[in-house]
């Protein structure tokens, strides 16, 4: 479901609606202060956007969900997984996942094409976001949250609700070269030659952690085809980012 507030527009997964505490969105491009070609809402300080704006941008995003405090992981494509804390907010390590248990403190991942995941304890009152492009998906950075979370907090696989952003579709994640990116156990998931059907990979990397199907919520909405309410890197090159971003409200 879409929402909008002070000109932000941003989705809300529905199977986080019985959970009104936990505080979410995936944010669309629109309604910021950024210029061509990051025209208007982007949310990442990497891809060229000057950082003054980008933190306008990212107060906007703050004030619109009502958090104190929004922290954004520092991405490079990898497997790490980070646990927020208030103490250690400041000074956020490279990951491209992110969990914390504390109340009040929202996590933020930003993507352009890539999937943008956020994973929920209601046993534990815990809450991820991270961030899955194709990289992400050769190397099942979902399994690395889903295990971080367990050593640390004690989370069951079989609990979790896990939710994914709007992301590159199956019409048009064409991968020439994925004999020598994507783990040939993924190879069946082409849906014709060098397109792949990443939701499909998804879904089932998350069963393979334990996560039931009925626990599994996929935005069927490609970056690519909505360009105009999405940022899309394959589509532009120099562009900006959206973000998903989830914390507990106290």
Request: charged share 25%; with cysteine; glycine share 8%.
């Amino acid at each position: 479901m879409e929402f909008e507030k002070r000109k932000l527009e941003w989705l809300e997964f529905d199977l986080l609606e019985p959970f009104p505490h936990v505080i979410h969105g995936v944010f669309l491009r629109h309604g910021g202060a950024s210029k061509a070609p990051f025209e208007t809402l982007n949310l990442s300080t990497e891809v060229g956007d000057h950082p003054d704006t980008v933190k306008v941008n990212r107060e906007a995003v703050r004030k619109a969900l009502g958090l104190p405090k929004i922290v954004f992981a520092h991405q490079t494509h990898g497997t790490n997984v980070h646990r927020v804390t208030a103490k250690n907010c400041e000074k956020v390590p490279a990951a491209d996942a992110l969990f914390t248990s504390e109340k009040d403190l929202g996590l933020a991942i930003s993507h352009g094409d890539c999937q943008g995941a956020i994973f929920y304890d209601p046993v534990h009152e815990a809450i991820a976001v991270a961030h899955c492009g194709w990289k992400g998906t050769a190397q099942n950075i979902y399994a690395r949250v889903v295990s971080a979370m367990h050593q640390e907090i004690g989370t069951q696989a079989h609990n979790l609700i896990v939710c994914i952003s709007p992301s590159l579709g199956p019409d048009h994640a064409e991968y020439k070269n994925y004999k020598h990116e994507i783990p040939q156990d993924l190879w069946s998931f082409q849906t014709k030659p060098n397109y792949f059907d990443f939701w499909a990979i998804s879904k089932k990397q998350l069963n393979g952690c334990g996560i039931p199907e009925k626990n599994i919520e996929i935005s069927d909405l490609c970056t690519v085809c909505n360009k105009s309410d999405y940022f899309s890197y394959r589509v532009d090159k120099k562009t900006g980012r959206n973000a998903t971003v989830a914390g507990l409200k106290g």
